[in-house]
């Protein structure tokens, strides 16, 4: 049983920085993503990094601000947050699979932790 546990978040004025950890059970290697849905909106990928590929993905609203990292010794995905907007506020999600085709697309993973919230407030 594959099981995806996120830590971290929490509420942060604009501007202000949070840092997002996911662990992933299991000795596969996993390709994963951060995903965000926010009342009434659709769930988005906002960061995805491959097992067999080096590169990442980013949604282009987070480009520069958002850095996904994975430490490969402890299967952990960190998601590191700077600059944040009120518009990042969402629950985030964090994702596994074993292929995921390479597409940060929510559709492309199968494992999904609880999710945790972000609020980016003044």
């Known amino acids: 049983q594959v099981q995806v546990v996120e830590s971290g978040g929490g509420s942060v004025q604009p501007g202000g920085s949070l840092t997002l950890s996911c662990a992933v059970s299991?000795?596969?290697?996993?390709?994963m993503g951060w995903f965000r849905q926010a009342p009434g909106k659709e769930r988005e990928g906002v960061a995805c990094?491959?097992?067999?590929?080096?590169?990442?993905i980013y949604a282009d609203s987070v480009k520069g601000r958002f850095t996904i990292s994975r430490d490969i010794a402890t299967e952990t995905v960190t998601l590191q947050m700077n600059s944040l907007k009120v518009e990042d506020s969402a629950t985030y999600y964090c994702?596994?699979?074993?292929?995921?085709?390479?597409?940060?697309?929510?559709?492309?993973?199968?494992?999904w932790g609880q999710g945790t919230q972000v609020t980016v407030s003044s």
């Open positions: 994702a596994a699979d074993p292929w995921a085709y390479g597409l940060c697309k929510s559709v492309s993973f199968h494992y």
């Open positions: 299991g000795s596969s290697r996993y390709d």
């Open positions: 990094i491959f097992s067999t590929d080096p590169k990442t």
